[in-house]
Structures are given as C-alpha cells and as structure tokens.
C-alpha cells in the first residue's frame, strides 16, 4: 500500500508539473486575432467547456499547438436521397469542408450537427445520424470492459463453488451480494427479487462504471457517457417500462383507484391525475439527478481547469503560473468527490427502480 | 425612467431570472441538506451503535434532495440557452 500511494503521488506530482508548465509557456499572443487557424483569437471559455463535456464526432486526444491529434470516428447517415453513408468523420476535416452532400453545420439552429448541403453550401434538409460519435464509443468501450469482467467473475465463481473465492471475484462479488442484500430485498421482499435481480445488477454496473470511466480522462476511457440526457433518458426508461409491464392489479387499482376520501376522485379525479402524473415524473427525475450530477462534475473540472487560460489571458503568463496550483488541488478534490458521487448516484439510481419495481408488484395486505 | 426598465427587459432578463433561480434552488439545497446533516449528528450522538444506518439514510435523502435541486438547475440553463428568442 506504501508503494502504491507513493506511486500515485509522484504522478500526480508529474501531471501537476505538467500542467504548470503547460500554463506557463501558454503566451498571451493569442490575442492577436489575425490567425484564420482552428484556435479562436483568445481564449472563449464557454466554448472550451462546452466543447469539452458534449458529444463529438471525433475523439481528441491532444492539441499541440496547431496541431490536434484526435481519432477520427465512423459516421453512418441515412438520407431520404441518396441512401446509407458510411465514412470516417475526418473526411469533415474538423467541419471545414462538406463531403458527398453532408457537411457540419456551422450556425443556425442545426449548429455542430450534420445536415444536408448542396452545392451552394445551402442546407437542404436533415439525413437520419446513427453515428458511432464519442458518447457511444465511450458507451461500447465500457460495455465490452463490463461483459468481460463479470464473465470472468461467473466462471470464477462457478469454479470455485464451496471453496473461498479468487481473484477479480473478491472484489465483484460483495457488490454484487450488496445489491441483493441491501437494495433488492428491503424494496422488493425476498419472495420476489429474483425475478428484478439481474436488471438491477445491470443498472447499477453500467451507470458505476460508466460514471467513473467518465473520470479518466485517458484515451479509450474518458468519454462522458452518463453525463449525456439521451443515455440517462434510456436508462430511466427501461425502468419505466418494467415498471409499467410488471405491474400487478394492485398497483394499477392505486393509481386510478386510490384509497382516499371520495371527493378526491369524484367527479374531478384529483388524486388519479396526480398519481398518473406521478407515473412519468419518478423515471424523468431518475433521469435528470443522473445526468446532472455527472454533467456538473464534469463541468466544474473543466471550468477549473481554464481558469489557468482565463488568467493567462488577461495577466500574461505569471497570472497563468499563479492560479496553477490552486486550479489544479480544486480540480483533483473535485474528480476525488466525483468519485463519491458516481457511487452515490449509481446507488440512488438502483435503490430508486428497486422501490419502483417492488411497488409495482407489492401483494395486497 | 420606463424608458430605463424597458431597456433593462430589453438586455438579459431571462440570463437575470435564470441565475437568481440557480442561487435560490442552491440555497433551498443547502438549508436541506444542512437539516439533514444535523439531526443525523444527534442521532448518531444518542445511539453511536446504529450509525451505519443513519449514515446511509442520510446519504440517500441529501441525494434525492441534491436532485431536486439539479432540477431547477437545469431549468435555468434550459432558459439561458432557449430563452430570448
């Protein structure tokens, strides 16, 4: 363990040099505003923050200087027209030119997604995007992690039926006894969590290690996946959707029938709307406290973080040398209480289907 | 001094509203979150034995607070970036 921690703070130390370094030869000449380049003139903080937590169709890596090096993803569209493209995003060279009809829109209401041109460069309509773009990746990349690591830990446990435990079992297997012990049964009772287990075993795996792979900023690790509303929109669905498919008599005869006071269901039905509302309302706000969670942390990291451009703009490079280290200690105690809340919320996200699994099939008393 | 109000309404008020709204939404959260930290306190403060318990629950219900509280958030962003015009 000393070995370990006295690795981990040498690279960090290292990566905060880095970073110092960096911000210091960082040279103010970019104010000039005279470069038609990639860089913008100064530095546009909203621009570099947004562009860092959102989606892309290429995966950047790094930027030395001018040049960026960044991996190049399949784009796959489908247009009314001219039928199924398959290419590589680079083919866009960053958004500067249209290929095959299809361009980047730079402005307008379609900013930043892939339109329809012709000739002209006049948008002429919107091709159907199935693009492998860096949320997807990132989600793929994960998976693929996920289905290996829990193969492994089932052949192992299989293996080892009635002897002691080995390997990467040690460490999933107490999640997973967690996950029945602490969140299926309470919510669903020991008669029924069976049936909910593998789902909830799922969701709670997916969003854990989604959230902290969103961390890492590594290449292949590093994609924003659970800090993207469309993939915590899915997420909340198929919670929505078991819980609806699964729902006995009794759970539907609460929602329309409740047992409250007549004059709240006669003549205007109060209490059936409010529950019926209520149906839609606990997967959306599952959907919203994921995604945001994980999309402020990011968001925070990324702020702090050009904070050191923002100073060195407007103080010349001592101003960006200056604020290095206190960007940089906000920035690691923040990815150290993401780590946190990636569990917290992964935990909040699997107790809260459970309870909504466990009311949908709760018997009569 | 009309004239003065309607260039006001004229400039930002929706960025106006939207940050207020964040401020107010972070103070509910707080106020919350705070009431939930104390009681935790004393009751772990009566029956150290059952603070495994307290611990978890406590950290349940600030997470279903902090949702909330995100909520508004992201109104208020989706107002900045959606609202005037």
């Not at chain 1, 446990?157 to 390997?167: E, F, I, L, M, T």
């Not at chain 1, 990815?335 to 809340?341: A, C, E, P, Q, W």
């Not at chain 2, 949702?67 to 208020?76: K, L, R």
Request: glycine share 8%; proline share 4%; aromatic share 12%.
């Amino acid at each position: 363990m000393n070995q370990a921690g006295k690795l981990l703070f040498l690279c960090l130390f290292l990566i905060f040099c880095g970073m110092v370094l960096h911000a210091a030869t960082q040279s103010p000449e970019n104010v000039t505003g005279t470069e038609t380049g990639h860089e913008a003139a100064s530095f546009d903080a909203g621009k570099y923050v947004v562009e860092h937590v959102s989606d892309a169709h290429e995966w950047h890596i790094v930027t030395f200087g001018k040049t960026h090096v960044s991996i190049p993803l399949p784009i796959l569209l489908y247009s009314k027209t001219s039928g199924l493209h398959l290419f590589l995003s680079s083919r866009f060279q960053h958004g500067h030119s249209a290929y095959k009809g299809f361009a980047i829109a730079t402005e307008g209401q379609e900013e930043g997604k892939i339109v329809e041109v012709n000739d002209a460069g006049e948008i002429i309509g919107k091709p159907f995007d199935l693009s492998i773009t860096k949320t997807v990746a990132g989600a793929l990349i994960s998976a693929v992690i996920l289905v290996l690591i829990l193969l492994a830990v089932a052949r192992s446990a299989v293996k080892s039926r009635g002897k002691a435990p080995s390997g990467l079992q040690n460490l999933i297997e107490p999640v997973i006894l967690f996950v029945r012990d602490e969140i299926a049964i309470p919510a669903i009772g020991k008669k029924n969590h069976e049936r909910f287990l593998p789902i909830l075993l799922s969701l709670f795996f997916i969003i854990l290690i989604n959230n902290l792979f969103g961390l890492i900023p590594v290449f292949p690790l590093g994609a924003n996946v659970t800090g993207n509303i469309s993939v915590t929109l899915v997420l909340a669905l198929i919670t929505f959707f078991i819980t609806t498919f699964s729902g006995n008599k009794h759970y539907w005869k609460e929602i329309f029938n409740p047992d409250v006071p007549w004059w709240m269901k006669f003549p205007v039905p109060l209490m059936p709307f409010v529950e019926f509302f209520g149906m839609f309302t606990k997967p959306f706000v599952l959907m919203v406290r994921l995604f945001a969670n994980m999309m402020a942390g990011h968001l925070i990291i990324t702020v702090f973080v050009s904070l050191i451009f923002i100073f060195g703009n407007l103080f010349g490079s001592a101003g960006g040398l200056l604020i290095s280290p206190v960007s940089v200690l906000f920035s690691v105690f923040i990815m150290i209480l993401d780590i946190l809340v990636s569990f917290i919320q992964a935990y909040v996200f699997t107790l809260l289907s459970a309870l909504y699994f466990g009311m949908a099939t709760v018997e009569h008393h | 001094m009309t004239t003065l109000f309607v260039l006001l309404a004229e400039v930002a008020l929706a960025s106006f509203g939207a940050a207020i709204g964040a401020g107010m939404a972070t103070i509910g959260a707080a106020m919350g979150i705070g009431r939930i930290g104390q009681s935790a306190m004393e009751a772990i403060a009566r029956q150290p034995e059952s603070s495994g318990d307290i611990r978890s629950t406590m950290i349940i219900s600030a997470a279903l607070i902090e949702g909330v509280a995100f909520f508004a958030v992201i109104t208020c962003i989706l107002v900045i970036f959606l609202g005037e015009n």
